[in-house]
């Protein structure tokens, strides 16, 4: 079986600080790793994934996040937010082998203020 | 850009009646899902449909749901007697084959039974 846990539901941080959003996950076997992003009364977008290689994964809107094997993690980072971050945050794993079934952490609410 | 469309984007119901969602999914797009939401929790998986039959279903798809592909574009969700805890966000997905492939998520349909 496989979990997610997003250790923060609320993330709040000023206009072009930096912010981490936290991920771990416990699974048995090896995973792919996913961050969606939902923006106010829209759906689920993709902003990255790790699938193997390089354990630095870029993605759109200038976020990154590492892949931790030895500690679980994939945290999600930006050095600089906007306004227009503000949006729920999911970070998700599937197995190789179970195509897009994902599961999902509860989400962190990133509120980027003046 | 292709995207995957759902609708209503709220419909409210009495307990006891049969709801039926609907989603367009990406029209090249081979795989599809239904997920959930209840208010302040995780997104979860509830089915993955494939080549016209269930792929895989979680514990939560029980007797009282149902996925249909009527057509070559619709991909609908029925849940037969609606009860005061499946009130949530919906989410349809689409994806083409293989688990290192985007899932293209809906902006998702909110489900109030009162």
């Known amino acids: 079986a496989q979990s997610v846990t997003q250790l923060d539901s609320q993330v709040p941080v000023f206009e072009e600080a930096p912010v981490e959003l936290r991920c771990n996950y416990s699974s048995s076997v090896s995973v792919y790793l996913f961050w969606y992003v939902q923006y106010p009364n829209q759906g689920l977008q993709l902003l990255l994934k790790y699938l193997s290689g390089s354990t630095l994964v870029k993605g759109i809107n200038g976020f990154e996040a590492e892949f931790n094997k030895s500690q679980t993690s994939f945290h999600l980072r930006k050095p600089s937010v906007h306004i227009s971050d503000t949006a729920e945050y999911f970070c998700a794993v599937n197995s190789p082998r179970r195509y897009s079934t994902l599961t999902f952490g509860k989400g962190t609410m990133l509120l980027v203020s003046p | 850009e292709p995207e995957v469309t759902q609708t209503p984007s709220h419909q409210v119901t009495q307990m006891g009646q049969e709801v039926i969602l609907r989603c367009v999914p990406i029209?090249?797009?081979?795989?599809f899902y239904w997920y959930r939401q209840i208010l302040g929790q995780k997104v979860e998986f509830l089915v993955s449909?494939?080549?016209?039959?269930?792929?895989?279903k979680s514990e939560i798809f029980d007797d009282q749901f149902s996925v249909e592909r009527p057509d070559g574009s619709n991909f609908t969700l029925k849940i037969r007697s609606t009860k005061l805890e499946d009130s949530a966000m919906y989410f349809c997905?689409?994806?083409?084959?293989?688990?290192?492939?985007?899932?293209?998520f809906g902006q998702g349909t909110r489900l109030t039974v009162v």
């Open positions: 997905a689409s994806s083409e084959p293989g688990a290192n492939t985007e899932a293209f």
């Open positions: 449909f494939y080549n016209n039959e269930i792929s895989e």
């Open positions: 029209s090249n797009h081979l795989y």
